[in-house]
């Protein structure tokens, strides 16, 4: 059984990411089905206790981001490890394939107008990262944004969103928002066999589209599209963790490993009462008795 270091799992501010030296599969952290749950327990009871602590002290925000190739657990990972977290504290937002008005903004607009307020937890499953892997795979979409003077851009655009990214996460990390990067790791062989599972199984028939299959064959684009990714967009104050996703109860608790060490790095406090207020609180304490005889 594997102790769960987070560090083992972050790319490093100026890494270069290959993929394929980064594992989809890892020694268990749990020794069997009840000690998961048992881990799992604590890491949701302690994030939740972290995320009170937070709403209360009202001065981080902090940003979750998942990625991964179809069928990785993100809607897994997140329905888990946020099982117990006061849902006025925290939003999950999903992004597909832009929509018409979305197409008329920069590529930043859509996820940008979504962040999450001071104390609370902002959840993305799939996010403005998309715009440096699905468009990079399908042109296609880029066409459809309108971009002006695109064929003076095509040479330096992904670098030019890189940098555009970089500089968002930067500014909101100047000003409150902790962001946490997950890359869901899944080998080829295991979205195989998930795959052949949401067919198999009527009560997951509704999870599986002809477009995964279609996606499936770019797989080696999207593969070097998330290594230069991960390799441009890794920083200290923003990181990405590659987490290995070939096993889903694994994946879950390294994930809620990850947040959990987040929030308590933040170094957060209860607000503290003034001396005014503290005698406030006795004095009306004190009528809140009386009135009970």
Same mark, same amino acid.
């Given at each position: 059984m594997?102790?769960?270091?987070?560090?083992?799992?972050?790319?490093?501010?100026g890494?270069?990411?290959?993929?394929?030296?980064?594992?989809?599969?890892?020694?268990?952290? #749990?020794g069997?089905k009840?000690?998961?749950?048992?881990?799992?327990?604590?890491?949701v009871?302690?994030?939740?206790e972290?995320?009170?602590?937070q709403?209360?002290?009202?001065?981080?925000a902090v940003?979750?981001?998942f990625?991964g190739?179809?069928?990785a657990?993100k809607?897994?990972?997140i329905r888990?490890?946020?099982?117990?977290?006061?849902?006025?504290?925290?939003?999950v937002f999903?992004?597909?394939?832009?929509?018409?008005?979305?197409?008329?903004?920069?590529?930043?607009?859509?996820?940008?107008?979504?962040?999450?307020?001071?104390?609370?937890?902002?959840?993305f499953?799939?996010?403005? #990262?998309?715009?440096?892997?699905?468009?990079?795979?399908h042109?296609d979409?880029?066409?459809?944004?309108?971009?002006?003077?695109?064929?003076?851009h095509?040479?330096h655009?992904?670098?030019?969103?890189?940098?555009?990214i970089?500089?968002?996460?930067?500014?909101?990390?100047?000003?409150?928002?902790?962001i946490?990067k997950?890359?869901?790791?899944?080998?080829?062989?295991?979205?195989?066999?998930?795959?052949?599972?949401?067919i198999?199984?009527?009560?997951?028939?509704w999870?599986?589209?002809?477009?995964?299959?279609k996606?499936?064959l770019?797989?080696?684009? #999207?593969?070097?599209?998330?290594?230069?990714?991960l390799?441009?967009?890794s920083?200290?104050?923003?990181?990405? #963790? &590659?987490?290995?996703?070939?096993?889903k109860?694994?994946?879950?608790l390294? &994930?809620?490993?990850?947040v959990?060490?987040?929030?308590?790095a933040?170094?957060?406090r209860?607000?503290?009462?003034?001396?005014d207020?503290?005698?406030?609180?006795?004095a009306?304490?004190?009528?809140?008795?009386?009135?009970g005889?």
């Open positions: 594997k102790a769960i270091r987070i560090k083992d799992h972050q790319v490093r501010q890494d270069t990411v290959d993929l394929t030296s980064w594992p989809t599969s890892i020694d268990k952290v #749990y069997s009840d000690h998961y749950r048992k881990i799992l327990a604590a890491h009871e302690r994030l939740s972290l995320q009170q602590l709403y209360a002290a009202n001065q981080n940003l979750l981001i990625q190739m179809d069928s657990g809607d897994g990972a888990h490890v946020m099982s117990g977290v006061n849902p006025q504290g925290c939003q999903s992004f597909k394939h832009p929509s018409a008005t979305e197409l008329q903004h920069d590529f930043l607009w859509r996820t940008t107008r979504n962040l999450p307020e001071r104390g609370r937890i902002g959840i499953n799939r996010s403005y #990262y998309e715009e440096v892997l699905i468009v990079r795979v042109r979409i880029l066409r459809s944004e309108n971009i002006p003077d695109r064929p003076r095509d040479g655009l992904w670098q030019e969103r890189f940098r555009s970089l500089d968002l996460e930067r500014h909101l990390h100047h000003n409150g928002t902790q946490v997950i890359f869901l790791h899944l080998s080829k062989e295991e979205q195989r066999k998930r795959f052949l599972d949401r198999d199984q009527p009560d997951k028939n999870k599986f589209s002809q477009d995964d299959i996606e499936r770019y797989w080696e684009q #999207y593969r070097t599209a998330y290594e230069d990714c390799s441009a967009t920083t200290d104050h923003a990181p990405w #963790y &590659v987490v290995p996703a070939d096993d109860k694994n994946a879950r390294i &994930v809620s490993q990850i959990v060490d987040t929030l308590e933040l170094g957060m209860y607000p503290e009462l003034s001396a207020r503290l005698q406030e609180l006795r009306i304490r004190e009528g809140l008795v009386a009135e005889g």
